[in-house]
């Protein structure tokens, strides 16, 4: 029998700060929010290490609040301790929700700390290597006085790990947004209002000059780029000369040297803040300010530079299974806005020199919430080829939405994407290293795709769509329950409550915290 805490009860109790039996707290809980902060979730440093987590920590915002006031800890290395003392001066009780890897994890004193990492790999890391100790997760977690995890994949890497403490399921909550976004319907049109590189049907796909593009902004033909290289000449020759004159050539030629090398730096910095300037429509592609999408779309979105990613199996798979086909269209949002980044990949594509009838979109642009949602109604199915996923954030949206994967089922996707939510690609496991392990020691696996799975299974999909819509419809709202079954807000809530609010309301939980099996028997059930 499943025990439901009084979540009004025990807000209105008086509890005591753990470490200083002096001090006596009453609720309201203040939840102190750490995570890494980036700017990313309003569209600044995207792709950098770390910024899918900002995201995360957005989605459960609007649910703690249920517990009290939420408060996001800038910088908590330096500023977590001071935010716990001063919430405890309010004769409050402090709760940490820290959505950031367990070697990133701030523990601090006096404050009930819940960790909430996402993970990729069957195995954590259990050695302090890089001169962090917080590397050996176990030993972290053990820190910690609950440690939340998006699924059964991550708690049994934790569990294999000797962690002794309370590990709860609690996924990512879906925005109810996705859930209402209306079926997909062959004949839609959906406009998106962004930029993009549109490569249309049947043209030519070579490689485009790979060259910079020069510009008025260019340093390397700017006054103000070769300001400081020509003073900087100038003051070489006189100083040279001086110093030749009374110490010799030696010294003149080291100074020399000197010279050369601070310009040289002084260019190349120059050049990098102009490069991040440059709008990225500046790159030599066929581009539109607005996209009309119809037929049968497939939407991938990642980041290049990530690795796991796999993005050159994904684009060689499409143009495989459906390039010849005049309906299909292949839209790539990239979470990046570094032009080189850009370039990589539709340089990739160009390269392959495959004419093709479908059509390949290219969007860098920053999407807000509307246009993602837009984007997601546009789609048929979602598509990835990644090697390992922790949460899959884009995946979990798109099936809320009613709209199928073509995606492997390995790490944390098979939490919750089987043939009932769409097409498997197969995958086989391969020795890898933790991302960040310096040493890049392979002490892991992650996944290598099936090409020629990948490839099927896009035919497949899109076999379905155009030839028998009541299958897809079928797939379509089997894909809304099981989310909603999974990560809608209402079954999350739930989740929450039966390890953050058992934690708060001094119950014990199992090794199995929360409600993780009531949803896998509500998973099989409808099965």
């Known amino acids: 029998m499943t025990l439901t805490p009084d979540i009004a009860g025990h807000t209105q109790t008086k509890l005591r700060i753990m470490g200083d039996e002096s001090v006596d707290?009453?609720?309201?809980?203040?939840?102190?929010?750490?995570?890494?902060?980036?700017?990313?979730?309003?569209?600044?440093?995207?792709?950098?290490?770390?910024?899918?987590?900002?995201?995360?920590?957005?989605?459960?915002?609007?649910?703690?609040?249920?517990?009290?006031e939420v408060r996001a800890v800038v910088d908590p290395r330096r500023n977590l301790q001071a935010e716990v003392d001063q919430v405890i001066a309010e004769r409050r009780r402090p709760l940490h929700f820290s959505v950031l890897p367990l070697q990133d994890v701030i523990l601090g004193e006096r404050v009930t700390t819940i960790a909430v990492p996402a993970w990729e790999f069957p195995d954590v890391p259990n050695e302090g290597f890089d001169g962090n100790p917080q590397n050996d997760w176990g030993a972290t977690a053990d820190r910690c006085d609950l440690v939340l995890v998006s699924g059964p994949f991550t708690e049994g890497a934790l569990l294999r790990s000797g962690t002794k403490t309370a590990i709860g399921i609690v996924p990512v909550p879906v925005d109810d947004a996705y859930f209402a976004i209306p079926s997909w319907k062959p004949k839609q049109r959906v406009t998106l209002e962004c930029r993009a590189f549109v490569?249309?049907?049947?043209?030519?796909?070579?490689?485009?000059?790979?060259?910079?593009?020069?510009?008025?902004d260019d340093p390397s033909t700017s006054i103000e780029g070769q300001g400081f290289a020509n003073v900087g000449k100038r003051i070489e020759r006189a100083v040279r000369a001086a110093i030749r004159s009374g110490l010799g050539d030696g010294i003149g030629d080291s100074l020399s040297r000197k010279f050369r090398r601070a310009r040289e730096r002084y260019r190349l910095r120059q050049l990098q803040r102009r490069q991040r300037k440059l709008s990225l429509s500046r790159l030599p592609y066929p581009h539109a300010d607005r996209v009309d999408l119809s037929g049968i779309v497939y939407t991938s979105i990642f980041n290049p530079d990530d690795g796991r990613k796999n993005w050159s199996d994904l684009i060689t798979g499409f143009l495989a299974a459906v390039g010849d086909r005049a309906d299909a269209t292949l839209v790539v949002k990239l979470i990046t806005q570094k032009p080189d980044s850009v370039r990589r990949v539709i340089d990739f594509y160009r390269g392959r020199d495959t004419r093709h009838r479908c059509r390949i979109v290219f969007i860098c642009d920053f999407l807000t919430a509307a246009q993602l949602l837009d984007l997601t109604t546009a789609t048929t199915f979602y598509l990835q080829a990644t090697k390992a996923e922790g949460n899959c954030l884009p995946l979990m949206n798109h099936l809320a939405a009613g709209r199928p994967g073509v995606s492997p089922d390995h790490s944390s996707v098979g939490d919750y994407f089987d043939a009932r939510s769409g097409f498997v690609v197969a995958s086989h496991p391969e020795p890898s290293a933790w991302p960040h392990d310096r040493r890049l020691r392979q002490r892991t696996t992650w996944a290598r795709i099936v090409w020629p799975s990948l490839r099927d299974q896009i035919r497949e999909s899109y076999r379905m769509a155009r030839g028998s819509s009541s299958a897809y419809n079928q797939l379509s709202r089997r894909c809304r329950i099981r989310m909603r079954a999974w990560a809608?807000?209402?079954?999350?809530?739930?989740?929450?409550?039966?390890?953050?609010?058992?934690?708060?309301?001094?119950?014990?939980?199992g090794r199995r915290a929360g409600q993780a099996a009531d949803q896998e028997a509500l998973l099989q059930k409808m099965a």
Not at 40 to 67: M, Q, W
Not at 205 to 210: D, K, N
């Open 199 to 216: 490569f249309e049907p049947n043209e030519d796909s070579q490689v485009a000059c790979s060259e910079p593009l020069r510009t008025r």
């Open 25 to 68: 707290a009453p609720s309201p809980v203040v939840v102190l929010l750490s995570c890494y902060m980036t700017g990313s979730t309003e569209g600044r440093n995207l792709g950098i290490a770390g910024y899918s987590h900002d995201f995360v920590a957005k989605a459960f915002v609007p649910l703690l609040e249920r517990y009290g």
């Open 488 to 509: 809608g807000k209402e079954a999350v809530a739930q989740a929450l409550d039966q390890t953050v609010g058992r934690l708060l309301a001094g119950v014990t939980a």
